[in-house]
């Protein structure tokens, strides 16, 4: 847990709704599930929407991440840092096995929410938007496209 006194484009970033209180991440490098602390709702909600997505990935075998932030409300248009909910973000990603030592840095929960760590020097220097953003995109695209439906289904039918 750690406090960024900075603005980040994911808490208030557009999405779109996927089914139930599950949406998903658009115009993103990083396709990925988005879920916000309910209005006059409990905590609690949001853990069991969370947790049952979390719980499918977790016995389909599909690694993840999780990530949780301050934010504004998903439909608020351009709240700029006004906070007023809680987003969770969770990815579908490739195993990090295969993406270790690969990349200028490791691809996990930070990285994929936008806040990079960078191994060296030379790496930092070299890095662009567009070498970023092919990173998040090869961990995430496929698995995305992969359990996609399923959450949707998941949330229509199993998830409320």
Known sequence: MYY???HMLLENVKVDHLSGPCYQL????????????????????????VCCLTEYLQNANIPHNLFITRGSRLHEADAGEVYTTVRVYVWARKPSATAKDLYAFNPALCELFGHLIIKTEPE???????????????ICQEPFAKVQENVRHLFEHHCT
């Open 124 to 138: 930092y220097w070299s890095l662009t938007e567009e070498k970023v953003a092919a990173v998040l995109s090869d």
């Open 4 to 6: 960024l006194h900075h």
């Open 26 to 49: 658009v115009d993103y490098p990083a396709p990925g599930f988005v879920f916000q602390l309910p209005e006059n709702r409990s905590v609690v909600d949001l853990a069991r929407s």
